[in-house]
């Protein structure tokens, strides 16, 4: 499968909100609601804060959210803080017991 | 607490095999399933495939299919991951994260493979 298609960079000052976009196809993100999204600071293992579509892990921020509208997904976070700068991953589930992540956005708090 | 730890940084030669491991500890260890993603320096995640440690059924990604082995020891809670005819564009931290209704709440600390003549 192809990777999902994220934008490569974004960024935001505090106290902002910012949508991060991912667009696949009706053969996972517009077929199925198993998509996450996963936070990664450098050197450091990827963080769950979205999953199936627009639910939140317990621990994580309200200011974290996720939404879908046909073939693309969106997690939105509210309130921008300092140490939500890192990359993000989308990932959707594509059928036959497959996984498929988007190529990754960094962050950027300005 | 519920936690993965991988085994430690491994390099190899063109060629050969690599097999890393992923001990659970803190859960019922067959009662999810584990996926292996990987990350190239530099590079985002990519799903390689996932293993139930219950039935020991397996999934790989198509672009490692034939060169790839997911086992799991249910009596140790280990779940191994074997890559074989490494090549240099192999070289990533391999990681293992539990896989429950396919998105990963944990995660391994990471294995870094080195493949290097």
């Known amino acids: 499968q192809s990777a999902l298609t994220q934008p490569a960079s974004m960024s935001g000052s505090p106290g902002q909100s910012i949508s991060i976009s991912c667009t696949g196809t009706s053969s996972d993100v517009g077929h199925y609601n198993l998509v996450s999204w996963y936070q990664q600071h450098p050197g450091e293992a990827p963080k769950l804060v979205i999953y199936?579509?627009?639910q939140r892990p317990s621990g994580v921020s309200s200011r974290f959210s996720g939404s879908k509208s046909g073939t693309t997904a969106s997690l939105t976070i509210s309130g921008l803080q300092a140490e939500d700068e890192a990359y993000y991953y989308c990932c959707s589930y594509a059928g036959s017991g497959t996984l498929v992540f988007g190529g990754g956005t960094k962050l950027t708090v300005l | 607490q519920v936690q993965l730890v991988q085994s430690g940084a491994e390099v190899e030669k063109p060629g050969a095999s690599v097999k890393v491991s992923c001990k659970a500890s803190g859960y019922t260890f067959s009662s999810y399933d584990v996926s292996w993603v990987r990350q190239a320096p530099g590079q985002g995640l990519e799903w390689m495939g996932r293993i139930s440690p219950y039935k020991g059924n397996t999934k790989y990604a198509q672009k490692f299919q034939g060169r790839v082995s997911m086992t799991t020891d249910t009596s140790t809670s280990t779940a191994y991951l074997e890559l074989g005819s490494l090549r240099s564009d192999d070289t990533a931290v391999y990681y293992c994260?539990?896989?429950?209704?396919?998105?990963?709440?944990?995660w391994g600390q990471g294995t870094l493979v080195t493949v290097s003549s």
């Open positions: 994260a539990r896989d429950y209704g396919y998105s990963f709440g944990i």
């Open positions: 199936e579509v627009s």
